[in-house]
């Protein structure tokens, strides 16, 4: 196996927004929440949601999935409008260890289906009939230690496959057949990797969609470059090769039409590597806390103000927002949430149809929130 490595030029946080102009802020954002903008009134053992509109009505519901390594029940949250959330239904029959629930038109009727992974018992397509009704589909891939679900076109066809990471164990890719219904496994990655995320995206701008791994366990993070045949045999390395990195995102932070990598870590802080477009590293930039606790990631502009920011969902720490200064080096933190919970996963998306995305959390042991993205209005400094 090929294996590059990154080539970086590591710049501190501090150098750079030291040189970085001060910014008046006349609007800053907030996120609130309380007691009636919670995801059912149970503490269950969340480990990530989606929000989507999966009943086709125009506003964006939430589907949860529970359980970890304990079998607990799926839900699908429906939405009734400006982020009242007071239907819920059960996404299948039985309880299951779930770590992922991830939507797309798996089987090409133009409605959103999911696809349920979970750990150590089998994962399970649910077809939409269109008007957020689920009926049981196929299995798909061996029982393993799933930590998420990642649904995109990887061999190009037009049908959306799924990339399943497993902690400890083989990961691997199930290509779509077009109707929903999943080919045998494909590897990728190396087979003892503790890979908790997985993001898609075009490193080496060939056209081509890589893969990047978030490793734990002290475990090297990579990319895998596809040759254009759904092959991922040449590896370039990021990070110091000892990392813990549970979330991964790649996006355009600094605006200069090439991809960055954005990796989510526990026990250190979270770090940007901005790509040049030719599958290197031209600087490396920390932020959030040098202790942080960073289980999930979500990139999106928060603040409608052009450029991407970023959503990180802690445990043990508060969650926050770091708001994109313009140039993907500096970051505003506008921490949320309680600082007990323990947030598993988390998404973004205009839940309450007032033009700005909202953020849902899904805490493990807690109740799941919304928190709505409200204006607070200060004083220009």
């Known amino acids: 196996m090929r294996q590059l490595r990154l080539i970086l030029t590591l710049v501190t946080t501090a150098t750079l927004t030291a040189a970085l102009p001060q910014t008046l802020f006349g609007d800053e954002r907030i996120f609130v929440s309380s007691d009636r903008h919670t995801l059912g009134t149970a503490e269950n053992l969340t480990a990530s949601l989606r929000i989507v509109d999966i009943d086709g009505d125009k506003d964006l519901d939430v589907i949860i999935a529970n359980g970890r390594h304990w079998p607990q029940q799926n839900f699908l949250m429906i939405n009734q409008g400006r982020a009242r959330f007071s239907v819920q239904r059960s996404l299948g029959q039985g309880r299951r260890t779930s770590y992922a629930t991830e939507a797309a038109d798996l089987d090409g009727d ?68 077009g109707t929903g219904h999943f080919a045998a496994g494909r590897p990728f990655g190396q087979r003892n990797d503790s890979t908790i995320d997985v993001a898609v995206g075009d490193w080496d701008g060939d056209g081509h969609s890589d893969l990047f791994l978030a490793n734990r366990d002290m475990q090297q993070n990579y990319i895998l470059l596809n040759d254009g045949h759904t092959n991922f045999t040449s590896r370039i390395l990021f990070g110091s090769g000892k990392d813990q990195t549970r979330a991964i995102a790649v996006a355009d932070m600094n605006a200069d039409g090439f991809p960055d990598v954005v990796a989510g870590n526990i026990g250190q802080p979270n770090t940007v590597y901005l790509g040049d477009g030719q599958g290197r590293v031209r600087a490396a930039v920390n932020f959030g806390r040098e202790d942080g606790q960073t289980y999930a990631l979500v990139v999106t502009d928060m603040d409608n103000d052009g450029d991407l920011d970023l959503v990180a969902g802690n445990a043990a720490q508060q969650n926050a927002v770091f708001f994109n200064q313009g140039n993907g080096i500096g970051y505003q933190e506008v921490r949320f949430g309680a600082a007990s919970h323990a947030t598993y996963g988390l998404d973004t998306g205009d839940m309450d149809g007032d033009g700005f995305p909202d953020i849902a959390v899904a805490n493990s042991g807690s109740r799941n929130h919304i928190f709505l993205n409200r204006p607070q209005k200060t004083s220009s400094r």
């Open 110 to 177: 133009g409605d959103l289906d999911i696809a349920v992974g979970n750990d150590m018992a089998p994962n399970r397509v649910f077809l939409n009939d269109g008007a957020g009704h689920f009926q049981q589909g196929t299995d798909f891939g061996e029982i393993s230690s799933i930590r998420s679900l990642t649904l995109a076109d990887i061999d190009a066809d037009g049908h959306v496959d799924i990339l399943a990471t497993c902690r400890g164990r083989q990961n691997h890719m199930y290509l779509n057949d």
